[in-house]
């Protein structure tokens, strides 16, 4: 079984600039997650999609941060503009529903480096 | 959200069982305590979750105290593949989240 495919794997930017991620989850997984890890720190939830619509977006800090789950299977998640704090490696995952969502399967991650 | 408190690294010989405490007095009767874990530029992945009683997998064990307030999770004979952070969460009620804390670094020595 394929896992949670993530690309790019590595990006470097600069501040003020805009860059998007995408994430493909396992097939047949209704639910999926962004988060964010910051270097030294467990990640932190961004946004839940169930299908293609929000269930949770509380911490997407949604000035700059916005994120879409098209046809309810790949999503995209976008900065605009970044800033420096934004350096971090963006984790998407995805289980088989919100009832499920003890069991999530994490990508490799997206490691962003702002300068 | 109830908390967890987890020592910030241990470390283990290679072979040897590992012992990986987390303490959460604070955790209501609906909450399951869950292991993950991350090696080194990878997410995070599923390890084990119990309720009351011990649970055993192919990966570990997770034992829990009788009153729920600390539980451990055993890894029987460290390798060293298992170094990784380990996260002991909570999850229940009407959450239905994974919230991270920022686990315990498992270092094991050849």
């Known amino acids: 079984e394929a896992g949670v495919a993530q690309s790019p794997r590595y990006k470097i930017i600069e501040k003020r600039q805009s860059v998007a991620f995408w994430c493909n989850p396992i097939?047949?997984?209704?639910?999926l997650y962004w988060y964010q890890q910051i270097l030294g720190q467990g990640p932190k939830l961004l946004i839940q999609f169930q299908n293609n619509g929000v269930v949770d977006d509380s911490q997407l800090p949604k000035d700059r941060f916005s994120a879409e789950r098209l046809k309810g299977v790949d999503s995209t998640l976008k900065i605009q503009p970044a800033k420096l704090e934004d350096s971090a490696v963006y984790l998407c995952a995805s289980s088989l529903s919100l009832e499920g969502a003890w069991e999530q399967y994490f990508g490799p991650g997206t490691r962003l480096t702002v300068t | 959200d109830a908390k967890t408190t987890q020592p910030n690294s241990m470390e283990s010989n290679e072979e040897e069982p590992v012992h990986l405490p987390c303490n959460h007095s604070?955790?209501?009767?609906?909450?399951?305590i869950h292991w993950y874990r991350q090696l080194p530029s990878q997410g995070p992945e599923y390890v084990i979750h119990?309720?009351?009683s011990n649970v055993n997998n192919r990966m570990a064990s997770l034992a829990i105290a009788e009153d729920r307030k600390s539980s451990t999770l055993i890894l029987h004979r460290a390798t060293l593949r298992d170094a990784a952070v380990y996260y002991c969460?909570?999850?229940?009620?009407?959450?239905?989240?994974?919230?991270f804390g920022t686990g315990t670094l498992l270092a094991v020595q050849p």
């Open positions: 097939s047949g997984h209704a639910t």
């Open positions: 604070t955790i209501s009767g609906t909450d399951y």
């Open positions: 119990g309720l009351t």
């Open positions: 969460i909570l999850y229940g009620g009407a959450t239905n989240k994974l919230i």
